[in-house]
């Protein structure tokens, strides 16, 4: 019985140590953000457009799906760099993927059209 309950015991162990996938993946986010936020220059530009495409283009995280915010950020960098038509694109995905972004999004659309 004593062994019986030592190997469950360690069974239990086991299984809480796993490691879990993350739910999102990032493809290097944060030090291209940093990167961008404090030159704010054409090529840290670049580079956040090209992480942002990585993290839409390529999602491997367990909800194989882009983070919640991901597409307004991308569609808004978009608009800046005059791409218009990719960064409305990036905007009405942001709304089909997470719908409760559709008030802020509409927003930002008629700002745009104005």
């Keep these: ?23 999102y993946s990032w493809y ?8 961008y936020q404090k030159n704010a220059d054409a090529a840290s530009s670049q580079q956040m457009i090209e992480t942002y495409q990585k993290i839409v283009d ?19 960098l978009l608009l800046q760099a005059n791409k218009v038509e990719e960064g409305k694109a990036m905007l009405m995905r942001e709304i089909v993927l997470y719908p409760e972004s559709r008030l802020f999004i509409e927003r930002i659309l008629k700002m745009i059209e104005q």
Excluded at 2 to 13: T, Y
Excluded at 28 to 35: C, K, P
């Design 58 to 76: 390529r999602q491997t995280g367990s909800r194989q799906t882009v983070p919640p915010g991901i597409c307004a950020d991308y569609g808004f």
């Design 1 to 23: 019985m004593k062994k019986i309950v030592i190997a469950m015991l360690i069974m239990i162990g086991m299984i809480g140590c796993q490691i879990q996938k993350p739910m």
């Design 28 to 35: 290097n986010y944060n030090a291209t953000s940093y990167n």
